[in-house]
Structure formats: C-alpha cells, structure tokens
C-alpha cells in the first residue's frame, strides 16, 4: 500500500471523501483565489457540491478572522479539519523586524521563500491606516529618484505574498475580531497602496488574484475604492487594471517633457508621455470616470518649475486627475535634492487654479527610511548593488 492511500484510509469518514496528500507537499491556501482553492479541494476529495460552501468558509476564517490552525475552524467537521491539515497550510511571511517611526508609521521587513526579502510600510492617518505593499523584490526599472530601482529585480512576489503583508500588518495592530481590540470604523488598516517595492503592473496576474481576495466580501472585504495601484506607466497593462483589478489608478508621471521624464522614469523611452496620456484618456471609460492620480515627485531644479505646473495642467486636459505631490525623500547617496517648500506650494497653486485638486503628501516615517522611494531589501543594501546611486546628467 502507498503511502497516498493509507493516508486516505486512515481519514475517510461518512461523507468527507478523504484527501490524497498532493506529492508536491502541503498547499498555501493563502492567495488561492476563489476558484483555484475550489480546484485544489476538490482535488484532494471535497466533493463537488460543497465547494463552493467550503471556500467561502475557509476565506471567512482565513481572512476575516485571521485563523491559521485549521483545527479552530469550529464550523467544519473535525475529520475535514484534519483532511485540510493533511493537504494544505495557512502561511504568510514572516516579519523579521519592525520599526516604529516617531509618526507612527511601521515598517515591517519581511521574510520570504528563497530567503529574500521585501519591506511593507503601515501609516497610521485620522480616521484611516494604510498600508504600502510591495509587489516585486526589486524592481527592473530604474527610476533615478528611486531607491528600489537601486535594487536589481530579484524576482515577483507571488498573491500569497502580496495579500500576506495584509495579514502580518493585522496580525501586528492587533485588529482579528480574536485578538480582543474591539471593532473600531474605520479599520485600522483601511486602505491598501501598491506602492511599495516593484513595479505592480509587470507581476500583473500575481497582483490581481491578491487584489480580489483584499476586495471580496468573505476576503479582507476592503472596498475598491480603498486599493491603490501605482505604475510608472506600463502602458499596455492599464486598460487591464480597470477591466480586471477595477481598483483605483495612480500614475508615477513626475516630468511634463520626454526629455526629463526619460531620464526620471526610464519606461518613459519605450511608452512616452503621449502614449501613456493617450492610454489615460481612454480610461474612465472603464473606470466609471473615477479619477485617476498623478504622482509627482518634487525634485528641486529638475521637474518643478512654475513652467512644468503649467504645462502639466495643459497635458492633462480632459482626463479627470488629481495631482499628488511628493516631497522627494532622500537615501543615502540620492543624486536629488527636495524642492524648496516655497516652490512646491507655488507649484500646487498653479494646479489648484487650473481646478485640480493637488494635494501636498506629507512624508512620512523618514526617519525609519520608510517614506515613498526609499525602501530597499535590507540584505541587497548590504550586497553591493549592480547599480549604486549615479549621479544623474540631466543635461546631456
Ligand atoms: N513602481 C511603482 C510603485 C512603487 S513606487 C511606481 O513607480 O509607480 C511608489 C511611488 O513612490 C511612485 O510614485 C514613485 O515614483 C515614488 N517615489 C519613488 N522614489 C521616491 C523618492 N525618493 N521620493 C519620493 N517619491 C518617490
Ligand atoms: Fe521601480 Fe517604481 Fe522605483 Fe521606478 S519608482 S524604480 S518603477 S519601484
């Protein structure tokens, strides 16, 4: 007798048609969507007509209530609690440190398989938390204001990663419905950014099967409206994020000529400012006209002239934005330097009159290197990077 059937003798039970134990090992439930978690049930002998029932289920206790011990999934027969045991496992990542910023602001770093990884921020605002999450560890490109893109790609994350940096965050503010904090409205954790390490739109499916269970009512049950994707533009995957992610859109833009915006945001040279103006006018179609945000790094002497407020508020015309403007955060050896405040809020004004709404993103955690573009694997910044901080020639 093989090992597979004594396994299923020793657990069949009335009507729970026992597991095969999968050859590849145990199975992370976490990130599974909807219908590959029926598969993978059904696969291993819950029967058809269950399934359905049974996935809703285990979400519920899986991401609703932060249960990772199948046995205290009260609701389902002992002898399927312990088939699940035999088949699957609930893992998410590990935090390997925390630091708290003087504002409050976490920031968790994270382990992964294959020892890396990747950095996911928490910030605690009135009345709301978000979380920043990362999608890749590193990242291809090689934004020139960005430390991640100091980090070669060492490779995507997969949705189990993705939406597991959603429940280490929980796990930590202590919010599951069993770790006694009474349900407080708002969460304390009520909005998810894509903003983190990588770039979203080039670990396209990954991110989509985490961001449906984040939005699915038996999932984490965030709304739509709550999720955040930022892109540096990777132009034939936007009409992608309304039809099949349908979250909210950002767009790192941060230059209003090709010229700067090449050497800013490099992806600029295979889909420039037109293409990826052209892509944004076609979107609120697909969106139901929500307003998609402009990200704008403020780097002095660079992209924030009056000139450049001026000629963004003419590129964007028709397109229905909010500019969002980001204070350039430093990190060790950055080649930038943050615009002067007076010029920053000169810069908001012009957008503001033109009846943008353009708001000033305070930086936050800082002083734990935690703010937007300053994140980086702990162990890469020890290695010496392929690409350390090169001063950028703008002129040439
Ligand atoms: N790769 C995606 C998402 C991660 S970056 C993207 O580029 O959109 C998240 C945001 O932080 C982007 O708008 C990015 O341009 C911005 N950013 C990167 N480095 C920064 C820095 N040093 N200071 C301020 N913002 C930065
Ligand atoms: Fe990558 Fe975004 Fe950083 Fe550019 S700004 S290097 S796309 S993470």
Redesign the pocket.
């Known amino acids: 007798m093989t090992e597979e059937t004594q396994t299923s003798k020793i657990l069949t039970h009335n009507f729970v048609t026992v597991p095969r134990k999968a050859p590849e090992g145990p199975l992370n439930i976490v990130g599974l969507t909807r219908s590959s978690l029926r598969k993978a049930l059904i696969e291993s002998g819950t029967p058809e007509k269950q399934a359905n029932m049974r996935v809703g289920q285990i979400w519920q206790w899986i991401y609703e209530k932060g249960e990772r011990d199948f046995s205290n999934m009260t609701n389902l027969a002992k002898p399927y609690r312990m088939a699940l045991q035999e088949n699957f496992v609930i893992s998410v990542p590990q935090i390997i440190s925390k630091n708290i910023s003087q504002d409050g602001t976490r920031k968790y770093l994270l382990r992964i398989d294959g020892e890396h990884e990747v950095e996911t921020v928490y910030i605690p605002e009135e009345n709301r938390g978000t979380l920043?999450i990362s999608?890749q560890v590193g990242?291809t490109?090689t934004?020139s204001?960005?430390?991640?893109?100091t980090q070669r790609l060492v490779r995507n994350l997969t949705s189990s990663e993705i939406v597991g940096q959603i429940l280490v965050a929980r796990d930590d503010l202590g919010e599951w419905p069993t770790q006694g904090i009474p349900k407080t409205e708002p969460r304390l954790l009520s909005n998810v950014?894509?903003?983190?390490?990588?770039?979203?739109l080039y670990n396209f499916d990954n991110v989509r099967d985490a961001m449906k269970i984040a939005m699915d009512p038996e999932g984490i049950a965030l709304s739509r409206r709550r999720i955040t994707l930022?892109?540096?533009g990777v132009v034939p995957e936007i009409a992608k994020t309304a039809e099949e992610i349908g979250c909210q859109l950002?767009?790192?833009f941060?230059a209003t000529t090709d010229e700067i915006r090449d050497k800013l945001?490099p992806i600029n040279k295979k889909w420039n400012i037109s293409n990826l103006l052209e892509t944004l006018k076609n979107y609120p179609k697909v969106s139901n006209s929500e307003r998609i945000t402009f990200?704008y790094?403020m780097l002095k002497n660079i992209n924030d002239s009056d000139e450049d407020a001026r000629r963004l508020v003419k590129l964007i015309k028709g397109i229905p934005a909010k500019i969002n403007l980001?204070?350039?955060?430093?990190?060790p050896g950055?080649p930038?330097e943050r615009s002067d405040w007076k010029q920053i809020e000169s810069f908001a004004e012009i957008i503001y009159r033109a009846g943008y709404a353009s708001p000033i993103r305070t930086?936050r955690g800082e002083d734990i290197m935690a703010?937007?573009?300053?994140l980086k694997s702990a162990t890469e910044k020890e290695r010496k990077s392929k690409r350390t901080s090169v001063p950028v020639d703008l002129n040439g």
């Open positions: 920043c999608s990242c490109l934004c204001f960005c430390h991640t893109g950014v894509l903003m983190g390490m990588g770039e979203p930022s892109t540096s950002a767009i790192s941060h945001v990200e790094v980001i204070p350039f955060n430093e990190w950055s930038f930086p703010a937007c573009g300053q």
